[in-house]
T-cell receptor
Framework: AQSVTQPDIHITVSEGASLELRCNYSYGATPYLFWYVQSPGQGLQLLLK??????LVQGIKGFEAEFKRSQSSFNLRKPSVHWSDAAEYFC????????????FGAGTRLAVHP | NAGVTQTPKFRILKIGQSMTLQCTQDMNHNYMYWYRQDPGMGLKLIYYSVGAGITDKGEVPNGYNVSRSTTEDFPLRLELAAPSQTSVYFC????????????FGPGTRLTVT
């Protein structure tokens, strides 16, 4: 069955520290992978996506993610976190059953200490 | 481009009442989706549509109905609201050939008491 697991429900980091958010997926073929961010009171915004080619993907706001097929992972990283990065982050995989449907993980809520 | 817009932003319903959540997109996307977001559960697909007049159930359709009379609009109807429908609802849209990316609206926070 297709699924996405984000093992960390909450993460707290200090401003300026590095960040890694974990995402593991189960998918029968080569997946399309996404990271979305949801700032408080806002909708979801796409940070980055992977579908082929270079396994290290650069996104907006200084984020990157690395696709590791052998580990079924797509972890999100940022070298230096800013207070404005406090948000909820969702990993997603697709397509699932056609029509661009995606499966989302449960999310990781990031808090940033000054 | 406004993208995907949703109204209202917030709503409180009494048990048994009904309401319609509105969703409009101006990107001429064929595909549209309704999700609900509950704490620790991520996003669950309620219904989706692949074009005007074509809708289908997602993972959690019970208690909801949808229609799609135009490409732009995809309203979600709650009949006989229940406390279990307290959630944040997101509408999204997508287009074939765009690498499966979905574009999201700002959400509607619904409380049923």
């Amino acid at each position: 069955a297709q699924s996405v697991t984000q093992p960390d429900i909450h993460i707290t980091v200090s401003e300026g520290a590095s960040l890694e958010l974990r995402c593991n997926y189960s998918y029968g073929a080569t997946p399309y992978l996404f990271w979305y961010v949801q700032s408080p009171g806002q909708g979801l915004q796409l940070l980055l996506k992977y579908f082929s080619g270079d396994t290290l993907v650069q996104g907006i706001k200084g984020f990157e993610a690395e696709f590791k097929r052998s580990q079924s992972s797509f972890n999100l990283r940022k070298p230096s976190v800013h207070w404005s990065d406090a948000a909820e982050y969702f990993c997603a995989v697709g397509p699932s059953g056609g029509y661009n449907k995606l499966i989302f993980g449960a999310g990781t809520r990031l808090a940033v200490h000054p | 481009n406004a993208g995907v817009t949703q109204t209202p932003k917030f709503r409180i319903l009494k048990i048994g009442q009904s309401m319609t959540l509105q969703c409009t997109q101006d990107m001429n996307h064929n595909y549209m989706y309704w999700y609900r977001q509950d704490p620790g559960m991520g996003l669950k697909l309620i219904y989706y549509s692949v074009g005007a007049g074509i809708t289908d159930k997602g993972e959690v359709p019970n208690g909801y109905n949808v229609s799609r009379s135009t490409t732009e609009d995809f309203p979600l109807r709650l009949e006989l609201a229940a406390p279990s429908q307290t959630s944040v609802y997101f509408c999204a849209s997508s287009s074939p050939g765009h690498d499966y990316e979905q574009y999201f609206g700002p959400g509607t926070r619904l409380t049923v008491t």
